[in-house]
């Protein structure tokens, strides 16, 4: 039996909308929308695109988003003092700020998103926001990874006693995930296993999985042969890739082979992306109720 499509794309739409009355009762409890402001340095198209989306996103809701554009050339003491300029209110009200990657290679990425005070962190990188999550008690949760979870309680897919096997250890994605598929409660008490570059035998590890994340940037790693029969698939990768008829967007997952053998998986495009948008509109709310003291 072909598995079960888990559709971010139609979630992320009730998220949206749940969104909208919450977002208009803060309005008119502040006076104000919520404010997201995002640092977007450089020309990458694909950059450009996930920013304009995040823009889009954030107007259906109700809440304001600006980008402030920045030319690649800048460098990381630049970029600091913009992000402080912004948190120090120079570009208006401001309750989450969001410097969208990659930076350029000869910018410091973690001094620039060190940059970014810990209460308007809507992105959940900061030191102080990853020590709360690691400490089961999180404040911002890292968009994607927030949004798998999300993905799996509203699927019902079971986590608990279950063994996620998650491929990948980025601090946006693959760390966090770790800690909210094992935390206690909904969504959690999973036993977790990190596989990475480093990783002997990487196929062993992830047919053991009930639960398969793959998110590294790999077209096609995840084959058939990886994954156990009824296992629940998510594809966390984007990649872009030339055919004969022109470019399109694939996972990191073989999306038809492993089909026939998974219970649930994720596409791409339409599984994971959408949810990260939907989480960062959450995260930008929490932020400012946080600071007028509504949360």
């Given at each position: ?59 259906r809701v109700g809440i304001d988003a600006d980008v ?228």
């Amino acid at each position: 039996m072909p598995a079960r499509i888990l559709d971010g794309k139609a979630l992320a739409g009730a998220i949206e909308e749940s969104l909208c009355d919450e977002v208009a009762a803060f309005t008119t409890a502040a006076g104000r929308a919520p404010r997201l402001v995002v640092v977007l340095v450089g020309e990458i198209a694909a950059s450009a695109s996930y920013v304009a989306a995040k823009a889009r996103a954030a107007a259906r809701v109700g809440i304001d988003a600006d980008v402030v554009r920045v030319a690649g050339s800048a460098d990381t003491a630049a970029l600091v003092a913009l992000v402080s300029e912004i948190a120090r209110g120079s570009h208006g009200p401001v309750d989450g700020i969001l410097v969208q990657l990659p930076l350029p290679r000869h910018v410091d990425t973690l001094a620039v998103l060190d940059a970014v005070p810990a209460d308007r962190d809507v992105d959940g990188f900061h030191p102080e926001n990853a020590g709360l999550l690691s400490q089961g008690r999180p404040r911002f949760i890292p968009c994607t990874a927030a949004g798998v979870q999300r993905l799996l309680v509203d699927a019902g897919i079971a986590t608990a006693g279950r063994r996620a096997v998650i491929v990948g250890r980025s601090d946006i994605v693959g760390k966090p995930l770790a800690l909210l598929l094992s935390a206690r409660g909904p969504g959690g008490d999973a036993t977790v296993t990190i596989c990475h570059s480093h990783t002997t035998d990487l196929a062993e590890h992830c047919r053991t999985a009930d639960i398969l994340v793959a998110a590294v940037g790999r077209p096609g790693l995840i084959t058939a042969e990886m994954v156990k029969p009824g296992a629940t698939v998510i594809d966390v990768g984007i990649n872009r890739v030339e055919t004969p008829t022109g470019s399109r967007l694939v996972g990191d997952v073989d999306f038809p082979a492993v089909a026939a053998v998974a219970g649930a998986i994720t596409p791409v495009p339409g599984g994971v992306g959408p949810l990260t948008v939907a989480m960062l509109l959450a995260n930008t709310l929490l932020a400012a109720e946080l600071r007028i003291g509504r949360r």
